[in-house]
T-cell receptor
Framework: DAGVTQSPTHLIKTRGQQVTLRCSPK?????VSWYQQALGQGPQFIFQ???????QRGNFPDRFSGHQFPNYSSELNVNALLLGDSALYLC??????????????FGEGSRLTVL | RKEVEQDPGPFNVPEGATVAFNCTYS??????FFWYRQDCRKEPKLLMS???SGNEDGRFTAQLNRASQYISLLIRDSKLSDSATYLC??????????FGTGTRLKVLA
């Protein structure tokens, strides 16, 4: 049973560039949430996708956008990269039909460095 | 004020010690509460849910005080393998989970 997979695992970009990160949820899950984790901080909620729609959004600028595909996989796009966007980006999958069980399954993350 | 606040630590304790972590949350409408564990450079994983009645899982005990908006985690008989960052998590619905900064624990031989 494949868990949550993310790609790429590491990447380096320069300021002003754009990046796309990808996530495949755990088998049987239909909901994908994205989090940003800066060094020494807890994960910060970016947004959640369910049924190909953004269902909830955290306090992130419009430079952060996403998409969910019919197979439930998801992409996170960040435009006009800033130095402060350097972080570990975590994808978490869950089942939209299960309410508040707490079990978010995380991928290993994509570590983005912006120079 | 942060929505979920934790003491970042680090807590350095000897093997066999009992250690307690605390967490406070600001939104009284919060519905569900959890502790996640995150090892260095790894992804967070669910440790346990937290209920008002308190719950225990082996050496780990979690408590919730809704009136004080306070959550705790107690680890008894600490093992070297317990060394990690412990993240307090609060949910205000199905969609949004708020993570604290995390408390670092190092168990010393």
């Amino acid at each position: 049973d494949a868990g949550v997979t993310q790609s790429p695992t590491h990447l380096i970009k320069t300021r002003g560039q754009q990046v796309t990160l990808r996530c495949s949820p755990k088998s049987g899950h239909d909901t994908v949430s994205w989090y940003q984790q800066a060094l020494g901080q807890g994960p910060q909620f970016i947004f959640q996708y369910y049924e190909e729609e953004e269902r909830q959004r955290g306090n992130f600028p419009d430079r952060f956008s996403g998409h969910q595909f019919p197979n439930y996989s998801s992409e996170l796009n960040v435009n006009a990269l800033l130095l402060g966007d350097s972080a570990l980006y975590l994808c978490a999958s869950s089942s939209g039909l299960v309410v508040n069980t707490g079990e978010l399954f995380f991928g290993e993350g994509s570590r983005l460095t912006v120079l | 004020r942060k929505e979920v606040e934790q003491d970042p630590g680090p807590f350095n304790v000897p093997e066999g010690a009992t250690v307690a972590f605390n967490c406070t949350y600001s939104n009284s409408a919060s519905q569900s509460f959890f502790w996640y564990r995150q090892d260095c450079r790894k992804e967070p994983k669910l440790l346990m849910s937290v209920y008002s009645s308190g719950n225990e899982d082996g050496r780990f005990t979690a408590q919730l005080n809704r009136a004080s908006q306070y959550i705790s985690l107690l680890i008894r008989d600490s093992k070297l393998s317990d060394s990690a960052t412990y993240l307090c998590v609060v949910s205000q619905g199905t969609y949004k989970y708020i993570f604290g900064t995390g408390t670092r624990l190092k168990v010393l031989a």
